[in-house]
């Protein structure tokens, strides 16, 4: 699934046995031997373990410690979804087991399918020549994979009762206001102004598909003989039916260009500022020209798509603040919130 993998942080590791009864009551073809947990060390969210036993693999998830947002880190509902989505989409992985038996880890978990190939985050394998024809085969191939899933009958897949998509993108911009203000903690001068601005703005969604919701280069699995081509898309943990330019605009705000600020390249750091890398405008060109959607309110989504990573960031930070997470990655994190606030007042109107 990733490059890498380690052994379990402290304090984050599993209950190996408990893990092991559990799986093979549920899955009894498993191969006879020891099960071995590794962590996948990437994301700063929910907490994901690489389960082998002999030539089986598999990829466990569960919730981040400490208390969670309401209905965040849904498990089980992420878990339903991929079995209704993976049989057509196959880059989505299939469930194996969903457990909410919370004798086990203390939350409910799912054990899913492992994509094999190679994740890119900030910088390509040793050995890979990331020529031109290369950036540029593997910018198309994201984009069209997004509007791959926005072009998933999502109805017929049996994902009808997914979400609330009228009114979608409102409550998205009302209630990440809302999680932004109640997870404060360092003053930002900016954040009400651009916070009025935002819900002032809210333009008429196009018909609503299904979403993502964090779809960005290194949620993706690559095909290891040719890193052009995608061979998983995964973290579906905020999929739902709703506003496709949203799910469009959160995707070019990861996209980092190497004519971006050096703020950003270094806030976001990632392969996509390498030369040869599509701009976020050709992308959007690309993709109008593949789904044949109107673009022209994109400089309000590309707005609140920074300022909704501002408040994801906000809402880890304040765990660490707070002592409920350890993590030392996450203590720099008050003053990303601070520049993508900043950044996002600068794309007002574009």
């Known amino acids: 699934m990733v490059n890498d993998t380690i052994e379990p942080r402290p304090g984050e590791e599993l ?11 549920h899955l009894p073809e498993l191969p006879s031997g020891p099960l071995h947990i590794r962590q996948f060390p990437s ?17 466990l998830r569960r919730p981040p410690l400490g208390p969670l947002p309401p209905r965040a880190h849904d498990m089980p509902r992420e878990a339903r979804l991929l079995e209704r989505l993976s049989p057509v989409f196959p880059p989505a992985p299939r469930p194996y087991l969903i457990c909410e038996d919370i004798d086990i880890l203390g939350v409910p978990f799912y054990v899913m399918e492992r994509k094999h190939g190679v994740v890119l985050d900030r910088s390509f394998p040793q050995g890979t020549d990331p020529d031109g024809a290369l ?20 109805q017929a897949a ?7 998509p009228d009114g979608f993108l409102t409550r998205q911009v009302h ?28 333009p008429t969604s196009p018909p609503p598909t299904l979403i993502h919701n964090d779809f960005k280069l290194n949620n993706m699995v690559l095909r290891a003989d040719d890193l052009a081509q995608p061979a998983g898309v ?34 976001l750091p ?10 976020r405008e050709a992308l959007m060109q690309r993709y109008a020209e593949v789904t044949g959607r109107d673009l022209s309110a994109m400089p309000f989504y590309l707005t609140f798509a920074y300022f909704k990573l501002a408040g994801i960031l906000q809402q880890i930070y304040v765990r660490w ?17 601070r520049f993508l606030i900043e950044h996002a007042e600068s794309t007002q109107g574009l």
């Open 15 to 25: 209950p190996r046995d408990r893990v092991e009864a559990y799986t093979r009551a």
């Open 43 to 59: 994301g700063a969210s929910n907490l994901t373990y690489l389960l082998q036993i002999d030539c089986w693999e598999a990829v």
């Open 135 to 154: 950036c540029r085969r593997l910018s198309i191939n994201t984009i069209d994979t997004l509007a791959r899933i926005h072009a998933v009958d999502w």
């Open 158 to 164: 049996g994902l009808d009762g997914l979400g609330h």
């Open 175 to 202: 209630g990440w206001i809302e999680r932004y203000d109640r997870a404060r903690t360092d003053d930002v001068p900016g954040a009400e102004p651009l916070t009025a601005w935002l819900a002032a703005h809210i």
């Open 234 to 267: 995964l973290d579906w943990e905020m999929a739902t039916a709703g506003d496709p330019l949203l799910d469009l605009a959160i995707f070019l705000g990861y996209w980092v260009h190497g004519d971006d600020p050096a703020a950003m390249r270094t806030l």
């Open 270 to 279: 990632t392969v996509t500022a390498h030369p040869g890398f599509l701009t």
């Open 321 to 337: 603040k707070s002592g409920q997470t350890h993590d030392e990655r996450f203590a720099g994190f008050g003053e990303r919130v």
